[in-house]
């Protein structure tokens, strides 16, 4: 394993972390869990048994990834945020055959102290705000804010908002890349020969 592992980091023996990853002050990584290469898993990160995290994925500190959470790569977990893997947990009732798979598909962002309800697969470049509550399934692109979260807008793969209607068809150009969006019936894409006027 060629990481960089701070000495007060606990990795159970099991655990494959890929090269060139960063596991700094106080981080537990449980021995089935699967991370890629060039990841960072800032203070106080917790990755449980049955995560598979790809490569270049950022944990910033104080996140807690639980079994059944599935992060593709290069997605970025914002400080405090927070995973869930019981709908309905109670202390005195054991739910562990119960838990719900959550996907994050590559390239989303999770902002800081936000919430993400079991069960859900959190599309390809979304956006999630600091502070919102994810309860449902979210578009590829989708920007999401509040308490539940709804769209508010759609994002570019660099992190840029698109002036687009969030419902119908349209056009737009990412104002860092140049790079374009198409967006038909609701659903948002990147083209390379798309021409906007």
């Known amino acids: 394993m060629n990481a960089t592992i701070h000495p007060t980091a606990i990795v159970d023996e099991g655990a494959q972390i890929g090269e060139d990853s960063r596991v700094w002050h106080w981080v537990h990584v449980c021995g089935g869990a699967r991370i890629g290469r060039g990841c960072s898993l800032g203070q106080n990160v917790f990755v449980g048994n049955r ?7 950022k944990i910033q500190n104080n996140v807690s990834v639980y079994d059944n959470v599935t992060l593709e790569d290069d997605v970025f977990c914002g400080p405090s945020m927070v995973f869930t893997n019981v709908y309905n947990p109670r202390s005195a009732v054991n739910r562990k055959d119960d838990y719900r798979d959550t996907l994050v598909k590559r390239g989303a962002t999770i902002g800081a102290n936000a919430t993400i309800v079991c069960g859900i697969t959190i599309g390809m470049h979304a956006f999630i705000a600091a502070g919102a509550v994810v309860n449902r399934d979210v578009k590829a692109y989708a920007m999401m804010a509040g308490v ?4 508010i807008g759609w994002m570019s793969d660099h992190g840029e908002r698109l002036t687009l209607p969030i419902e119908g068809d349209g056009c737009a150009v990412c104002p860092a890349t140049g790079k374009k969006y198409r967006l038909d019936a609701g659903n948002l894409s990147s083209e390379k020969e798309l021409e906007c006027k």
């Open 51 to 57: 995560v598979s995290i790809g490569n270049n994925v």
């Open 148 to 151: 539940p979260a709804r769209q």
